[in-house]
């Protein structure tokens, strides 16, 4: 079985031109080259601000870039056609697709409604600030433009828990409604509830809002013939729904679904958590690691290689692990923002692409790069991040050559390393790789004797000498300061060309 690899398909400031779906089709083959078995796709629905936002602001869920709504018929990245055909490109190729999945809350209410309600403190939600009151909040969607096609569902004030306040924009009101005074049970207690994020928080309680949103997903793939998801913010979002949720789809199609959850919280143990009270429905992105990388990132030769995998998913759970080193939350200028210092890059790529433990997710910038400016303090800054060397080619040498059985040499605080001996599936495969954050070093490690008296070299070109292998299936390793190097068999060399 070929290993998985996921590849994130955009990043937060793609340009607002429509011509993502688009550029995504024309890069099909491309990414079936690299090994890619299945591309995540950003929000394809409505977003409040129309072109100019990532989709996470979602309006409406029926609207793919269809119907003249928010100032716009297309969405930031193009329309429905053009994404229907994206699917179909990438599917041609064997690829699979995994949407972006935004049920926690909407924005861009068509009109305002009176309601009663209560305001609570941002930083304890169970915390009531004042008295219930009556006030004017943005929560009723009827979706003028779209005319009831596909769904004739109005939301109002009775799907939603909470809103923020009209006149008071940094007000949290909790609703007051027949499902309850308070917010739904979440996994853990950050914030005291964590249920409100933004917008108009989706009330899972309402019997009508769970149906609802049965039909769209029945709808969506349907329609667009997706084979996964990745769900958004499910930390803000009762995990009975998604128990439910799942199931339904999963039932309704008779088929397994890929699915992988975003819960962002650096503790492994709320993901444990949260995976319990799934059932290990989802996968989950490891957080943790990221966290790890980041952090080795900044502290450079400080930071204990050998400790870069405590307290992650991928070393608890790599069975329900999605590894990853930045994505579009990451980013700079971002609420989370958390960016991998460019020097670690690669090393974090190749502990996450050519080890056995995890499904690693390739993000966009990191590939194709990035650019992009925002204001800050009157202050215009521009932003460049060019991709991750040796990138491209320790994708192929995932897709070709790390398998089989691996050996681990975490026993030194700056230089660690491991080997993939290869198996009879990949009679070819095997490779080597050595990373450190400190200064250039050597390492004597096994990669099994179905290599002996072979010769290896190191790909990223960090070094020049050619390695034979021992009858015994040892060899001594090199790497450069602060640096990775991935050592395969001179003859496969071809393959990463």
Known sequence: MNNQTLFQF??????????????????????????ITRVWLPPAY??????????????????????????TIPTKYGTKDEYLKCIDALHSKGIGVAADIVLNHKLGAD?????????????????????????????????????GKYSEYVWDWHSFTGAGGTHQPH???????????????????????????MGSDIE?????????????????????????LRLDAVKHITPSFFVEWLDFLRNHFQKDIFCVAEYWHRDVNILLKYLSALGDRTQLFDVPLHFNFYLASLRGNEYDLRTIFDNTLVQVRPDMSVTFVD??????????????????????????????QGIPCVFYAGYYGAKYNDIIQEQEVNVDMVP???????????????YGMQRDYFDHPNTI?????????????????????????EKSMEIGNRHANKTFIDITGGREEKVIIDENGFATFFVNDASVSVWIEESKATVIN
């Open 10 to 35: 955009f990043h937060w400031y793609y340009p607002s031109d429509g011509s993502l779906w688009n550029h995504c089709a024309e890069q099909a083959e491309h990414l079936k080259w690299l090994g």
């Open 46 to 71: 409505k977003s409040a601000n129309g072109q100019y936002e990532p989709g996470y602001a979602v309006y409406d869920l029926f609207d793919l870039g269809e119907f003249d709504q928010k100032g």
């Open 111 to 147: 009109e305002k409604e009176t309601v009663t309600v209560i305001a609570v403190d941002d930083e304890d939600r169970h915390h009531h600030r004042g008295e219930k009151h009556e006030a004017e909040v943005y929560t009723k969607f009827t979706f003028p433009g779209r005319k």
């Open 171 to 197: 007000t949290i009101y909790s609703i007051i409604s027949e499902y309850g005074e308070d917010w739904e049970e979440m996994v853990d207690d950050e914030k005291g509830n964590f249920d409100y994020l």
């Open 204 to 228: 899972f309680r309402n019997p009508h809002v769970r149906d609802e949103l049965r039909w769209w997903g029945q709808w969506y793939l349907e329609l667009t013939k997706i084979d996964g």
């Open 327 to 356: 994505n579009h939350d990451t980013q700079p200028l971002q609420s989370l923002e958390s960016t991998v210092d460019y020097w670690f890059k690669p090393l974090a790529y190749a502990l996450i692409l050519l080890r056995e």
């Open 388 to 402: 991750v060397q040796h990138l491209s080619k320790m994708l192929v040498v995932r897709k070709n050559l790390a």
């Open 417 to 441: 390393g491991w080997t993939r001996e290869g198996n009879d599936d990949m009679p070819e495969s095997g490779c080597a790789v050595l990373i450190t954050n400190g200064t250039a070093g």
